[in-house]
Nanobody, 115 residues
Framework: QGQLVESGGGSVQAGGSLRLSCSVS????????LGWFRQAPGNQRERISI?????TTDYADSVKGRFTISKAGNTLYLQMNSLNAEDSAMYYC???????????WGQGTQVTVSS
């Protein structure tokens, strides 16, 4: 059975950096679109970045210029720099089709930024 497994979360001080990874494995299809989402307690889930098979990327305004999405093989990455307390959340990776209709989700990895 296919799975998405995130790693790399943790606690960091404001201004610091983290790199999240997401291993995509055992799916019978090649997903066209991969993305990162986050959700903080009491908040709606926010799409923060996507990357497609042709290399197109997109970022939410809240992370633009600070976060970088990339992929290598079956692993998706999110480099997060200049972190601030508002970035504290559970981060999820997701996979989907041509229209970035996400159908597969990981279990999440927690990021906590202390000021």
């Amino acid at each position: 059975q296919g799975q998405l497994v995130e790693s790399g979360g943790g606690s960091v001080q404001a201004g610091g950096s983290l790199r999240l990874s997401c291993s995509v494995s055992k799916y019978p299809v090649n997903f066209y679109c991969l993305g990162w989402f986050r959700q903080a307690p009491g908040n709606q889930r926010e799409r923060i970045s996507i990357i497609t098979n042709d290399g197109t990327t997109d970022y939410a305004d809240s992370v633009k210029g600070r976060f970088t999405i990339s992929k290598a093989g079956n692993t998706l990455y999110l480099q997060m720099n200049s972190l601030n307390a508002e970035d504290s959340a559970m981060y999820y990776c997701a996979a989907g089709g041509r229209w970035c209709d996400f159908v597969a989700w990981g279990q999440g990895t927690q990021v906590t930024v202390s000021s």
